[in-house]
């Protein structure tokens, strides 16, 4: 059974940052073999891609209102996946989720959530105005 940990939520003031992290465990899981992504969630509403990352890491995706704000990067030797925040808003309160996927070419990636096989139990972001 994969288990996906995220830390480093919490509450923070308009223009602070956050580093968010996601550490995966198992027995039998190559991390590496998956596609990493970020979701945000926030009441009411569907789940939103803010970032995917491909298994070698060196191929990245972010929507639109993250861009030049947030980077997802990923540890492969230590299992973990990383989303820097940096001058966060009030509307990116939200649940963030972290999520793994299979992928069978190393740059790739996913941004569709039915494409993911596994989910951390999400993280509070709130920023406050």
């Known amino acids: 059974q994969v288990q996906l940990v995220e830390s480093g939520g919490g509450s923070v003031q308009a223009g602070g940052s956050l580093r968010l992290s996601c550490a995966a465990s198992?027995?039998?899981?190559?991390?590496?073999?998956?596609?990493m992504v970020w979701f945000l969630q926030a009441p009411a509403k569907e789940r939103v891609c803010v970032a995917a990352?491909?298994?070698?890491?060196?191929?990245?995706y972010y929507t639109d209102s993250v861009k030049g704000r947030f980077t997802i990067s990923r540890d492969n030797a230590k299992n973990t996946v990383y989303l820097q925040m940096n001058s966060l808003k009030p509307e990116d309160t939200a649940v963030y989720y972290c999520?793994?996927?299979?992928?069978?070419?190393?740059?790739?990636?996913?941004?569709?959530?039915?494409?993911?096989?596994?989910w951390g139990q999400g993280t509070q972001v709130t920023v406050s105005s």
């Open positions: 999520a793994a996927g299979r992928i069978y070419y190393s740059r790739s990636y996913y941004t569709a959530p039915d494409r993911y096989d596994y």
């Open positions: 198992a027995r039998t899981f190559t991390f590496s073999s998956h596609g």
């Open positions: 990352i491909s298994g070698s890491g060196d191929n990245t």
